[in-house]
C-alpha cells in the first residue's frame, strides 16, 4: 500500500522488488514522513450528495403554467356557454381581488394614522386601620397616642377602573369578572355611594384593561414631618417590568387592579400618590413656542413632525427649487433659530422642545382616627387615560386573521390546478386543429408539415439558407424596414443560432 503524501510534496519513483539495485544509493532530501490519517466522523462531513441544487425550486416554478386566460377560438369548438360562463367569472374574479387589495390598503393605512382614544379611569383610595390604640383601649389608660410605636397599623388600597362610557357605542367594556373582583377585593367600590356610577357590566366580553396596563410606575411619597419615624415615611415605588419584544400581555404579578401596603402608625399621614402613565406612541410635553405652532400641548413625536409638515404646507414655506428646504418664519425661527431649515432634520431638532409628561399627583390624607373610621368613606378621584381605538383591535384581527392566509393558499392551488386545465385545452385546440386540416386535404397538409419542420430543424441547427430553405429571391426578402421578414421574431431566432455555433464563435 502506498503512503498519501501531502499535496506539493514529489514521490520517489517506484522499482520493481526483482529488479537489482546498482550501487549505493544516492544521497539526496530525506523524504517526509507521512502524517496518520484520522477519519472523520461521518455527521461532520458535509452532505453534498443529493443535495438539491438552489435553483431547482427556481426551476420548477417557471416550469408551472401560469395562464388562466382561454386561448381564443376556442369558444367555436366547444358545445355549451362553459367559456363565456368562465370568462365572465374571470372579470369577476379580477374586479373582486382589485377591491380586496384596495379594502386592504385603506385598513392598512387607518391602523398607522388611527388617534388614541381617551377614557376616564376612577381611582379609589381608602385605608383600613388595626390594633389603634383607640381599638385595643390602650387610649384610656392615659397613654398618648404614638408612645407605643409598631402596635398600630394601617393599610392602604389603591383601585382603578375603566368607567363605562354610554354615549360610545364603540368603547370596550370591562369584563364580567370586574364585579366579582371588587367583591372579592374589599369595599372599597362599595364605599363610593352611588350605584349609577359603578362600573356597568355589558353583554359582551372583550379583553379587560387593567389599572397597572396604564402606568409605567406608581410612587407614594410620604410628607416628612418632625415627629415621624423615617422608616415609616419611607417612599413606596412600583415599577413596571420590561417586557420581551414577542411578550403581548403582562405577567400575572404586575398585572392587577389594586394596590396595596400596609404599614405602622398612629397619626394621620399626608401622601402624594404619582402616576407615570405608559403610552405608546409616547407622549411628549411640548414648549410654548413648538405649542404655539401645533396648537396643542402634548404630542408624540410623529404627530409633531406631522404638525410643522401641515404648518409649512398651509403657510407656503417651502422653496421653489428645493421642496425639502422649508423658509422658517417667525414661529419656526422661535422653535429652531435659524432662517432656513431643511425638513430631514426637523425630527432630530425638536428634541430640546420636548420633555416627559408630568406625572398624575393625587394627595391623599391616612387617617387612623376614630371618628374618621366611624363612617370611613374612600377618596375618589377622575383621570384621563389613552386606550386604543377598538375599531383598530378590530382592524388589526382583519389583516392578521389567519384564515386569510390559509385562503390565499387555498386559491393559490386552485389557480394552479386551473392553469393546468387551460393548459390542456390549449393542447387539446392544437391537436383539434392538426386533426381538422389534416382530416380536408391530408397530402397538401403533410407536405406544409414536413416542409415546416424542415425549416425549424434548419433553424435550429444553424444550417437555414436564406428564407429558412426557400427561395431568397422573391421581392419579400428583398425588402426592409420595420414590416419586413427580417423584422420578424423567427429570424432574430435564426441569427441567434446562427451566431451560437462554434464556427461563428470561433471566426469572430
Request: proline share 9%; net charge neutral.
Amino acid at each position: 500500500m502506498q503512503p498519501n503524501y501531502a499535496r506539493g510534496f514529489p514521490q520517489a519513483a517506484q522499482r520493481s522488488p526483482a529488479t537489482p539495485r546498482r550501487g549505493p544509493p544516492a544521497p539526496g532530501p530525506a523524504l517526509p514522513v507521512p502524517m496518520p490519517q484520522h477519519a472523520v466522523p461521518p455527521q461532520y462531513i458535509p452532505p453534498q450528495r443529493n443535495m438539491p441544487h438552489p435553483n431547482d425550486a427556481a426551476q420548477r416554478r417557471s416550469r408551472k403554467p401560469t395562464d388562466r386566460n382561454i386561448p381564443d377560438g376556442i369558444e367555436d369548438v366547444i358545445i355549451g356557454e362553459g367559456v363565456q360562463q368562465y370568462k365572465s367569472l374571470r372579470d369577476l374574479e379580477k374586479r373582486l381581488d382589485a377591491s380586496i387589495v384596495r379594502k386592504r390598503l385603506d385598513i392598512q393605512d387607518s391602523i398607522s394614522k388611527t388617534v388614541k382614544k381617551y377614557r376616564t379611569m376612577r381611582i379609589w383610595i381608602s385605608n383600613t386601620v388595626e390594633n389603634q390604640p383607640w381599638q385595643t383601649g390602650a387610649g384610656q389608660n392615659g397613654a398618648a397616642p404614638g408612645s407605643n410605636p409598631g402596635s398600630g397599623r394601617y393599610k392602604v388600597k389603591i383601585e382603578g377602573r375603566l368607567l363605562d362610557d354610554d354615549t360610545d357605542p364603540t368603547a370596550p367594556d370591562d369584563s364580567e369578572d370586574e364585579g366579582e373582583n371588587a367583591e372579592a377585593n374589599g369595599d372599597a367600590m362599595e364605599h363610593d355611594g352611588q350605584d349609577a356610577e359603578k362600573p356597568k357590566k355589558s353583554a359582551a366580553k372583550r379583553p379587560k384593561q387593567r389599572f397597572s396596563q396604564f402606568f409605567r410606575s406608581i410612587t407614594i411619597d410620604f410628607d416628612k414631618s418632625p415627629s415621624s419615624n423615617p422608616e415609616e415615611t419611607k417612599t413606596i415605588s412600583w415599577m413596571k417590568p420590561q417586557l420581551p419584544a414577542n411578550a403581548v400581555t403582562l405577567p400575572p404579578t404586575a398585572d392587577f387592579d389594586s394596590l396595596q401596603f400596609s404599614r405602622a402608625s398612629q397619626e394621620n399621614l399626608n401622601v402624594t400618590i404619582s402616576l407615570v402613565r405608559d403610552e405608546a406612541p409616547e407622549r411628549y410635553k411640548l414648549s410654548k413656542e413648538l405649542a404655539e405652532v401645533l396648537d396643542v400641548e402634548e404630542e408624540t413625536r410623529s404627530g409633531i413632525v406631522l404638525g410643522i409638515w401641515d404648518y409649512i404646507r398651509a403657510m407656503g414655506l417651502q422653496e421653489d427649487e428645493e421642496k425639502r428646504l422649508v423658509r422658517c418664519d417667525h414661529r419656526l425661527r422661535a422653535i429652531f433659530g435659524r432662517d432656513q431649515m431643511f425638513f430631514p432634520q426637523i425630527p432630530e431638532s425638536i428634541g430640546p422642545h420636548t420633555s416627559p409628561l408630568d406625572p398624575i399627583k393625587l394627595p391623599y390624607t391616612i387617617r387612623v382616627d376614630e371618628d374618621f373610621h366611624k363612617e370611613p368613606t374612600p377618596t375618589v378621584y377622575d383621570i384621563q387615560v389613552a386606550v386604543e381605538d377598538p375599531l383598530r383591535a378590530k382592524m388589526l384581527a382583519l389583516t392578521q386573521n389567519p384564515q386569510y392566509t390559509a385562503g390565499l393558499r387555498q386559491i393559490a392551488a386552485l389557480d394552479d390546478q386551473v392553469a393546468l386545465i387551460v393548459q390542456a385545452l390549449t393542447h387539446s385546440r392544437a391537436k383539434h386543429s392538426f386533426y381538422t386540416a389534416l382530416s380536408k386535404d391530408p397530402a397538401t397538409f403533410l407536405r406544409r408539415w414536413v416542409n415546416s419542420q424542415r425549416r425549424d430543424l434548419e433553424t435550429i441547427l444553424g444550417e437555414a439558407t436564406r428564407g429558412g430553405g426557400e427561395d431568397g429571391s422573391g421581392p419579400e426578402f428583398r425588402r426592409g424596414g420595420a414590416e419586413s421578414v427580417w423584422d420578424t421574431q423567427v429570424a432574430r431566432e435564426a441569427v441567434r443560432y446562427m451566431l451560437a455555433k462554434p464556427e461563428a464563435a470561433a471566426a469572430r
